[in-house]
């Protein structure tokens, strides 16, 4: 099934590969390829936010803005990169990207002290993270994406990539988030707009909906796909504060 994930039309017509490198970097290896990635450390025995970022952005887009507000809070910060972007090598196919989330997770340290964060398409990975390591202690999704399915076929068709039909259901078995958020029992905080005009606001409902642990889900009246943290600012970071406090707190108990 990763045959057809991997296939090269899936990947020029839905990723954006490129962008520059981080100014730092953690060098993350993986099958074929070397992920450029970056660690923001205050306390190595600490926490840690694993961030993976939107389609059209690198790790270094983050530097600078996501590190210092995480570090803040007195978490370590890992920005998760992608093949093909930003300092990486190899080319960004989708079935080798999920199994690179593995790698990820592991250079994060202990799931146990790890809250993955997916933004947009990154929602894809850190949902893939929270099935291979259901241990992690908290997740959140902002701006996520409930079907990909949905997604990729406004931009390929099941024939274009040789799929049958039921190649197509093998891999909606594969990318199946309701099945991922639903058999993940640790907390989920969900952050969309209302005016998303990419991703539509009822993909976070149907996250929330399917969620199979405590969840809460915030939709901003301001701001669209990629001015939700601008715009919400100040609510966005108490948010995102109050969410990892809470998974600190509830961690130590």
């Known amino acids: 099934m990763d045959d057809l994930l991997n296939n090269p039309l899936i990947s020029s017509r839905y990723f954006f590969p490129g962008g520059r490198p981080p100014v730092s970097q953690l060098t993350v290896p993986v099958a074929g390829a070397m992920l450029a990635c970056a660690v923001h450390r205050v306390d190595p025995n600490g926490f840690t936010v694993v961030h993976f970022h939107g389609n059209g952005e690198v790790v270094a887009d983050w530097q600078g803005l996501w590190d210092r507000v995480i570090n803040k809070l007195g978490w370590d910060l890992l920005l998760a990169e992608y093949r093909g972007y930003g300092g990486s090598t190899g080319e960004p196919l989708l079935g080798l990207m999920l199994d690179d989330v593995a790698a990820v997770i592991e250079a994060a340290g202990p799931p146990e002290k790890v809250v993955v964060m997916g933004r947009s398409v990154g929602s894809f990975f850190a949902l893939e993270a929270v099935e291979r390591y259901p241990s992690i202690a908290g997740l959140?999704?902002?701006?996520?994406?409930?079907?990909?399915?949905?997604?990729?076929?406004?931009?390929?068709?099941?024939?274009?990539?040789?799929?049958?039909?039921?190649?197509?259901?093998?891999?909606?078995?594969?990318?199946?988030?309701?099945?991922?958020?639903?058999?993940?029992?640790?907390?989920?905080?969900?952050?969309?707009?209302?005016?998303?005009?990419?991703?539509?606001?009822?993909?976070?409902?149907?996250?929330?909906?399917?969620?199979?642990?405590?969840?809460?889900?915030?939709?901003?009246?301001s701001g669209n796909h990629n001015s939700i943290l601008g715009e919400n600012w100040d609510e966005y970071l108490r948010l995102v504060a109050d969410f990892l406090l809470s998974v600190r707190t509830s961690t130590q108990a």
């Open 140 to 221: 959140i999704l902002e701006s996520a994406i409930a079907d990909p399915l949905e997604r990729l076929l406004l931009r390929v068709t099941p024939a274009e990539i040789g799929a049958t039909a039921d190649d197509w259901q093998a891999m909606g078995q594969r990318l199946d988030h309701q099945r991922k958020i639903s058999n993940y029992s640790g907390p989920t905080l969900l952050l969309h707009t209302r005016v998303d005009g990419l991703v539509d606001v009822s993909h976070a409902q149907r996250l929330k909906r399917w969620a199979g642990g405590p969840s809460t889900l915030r939709v901003f009246e």
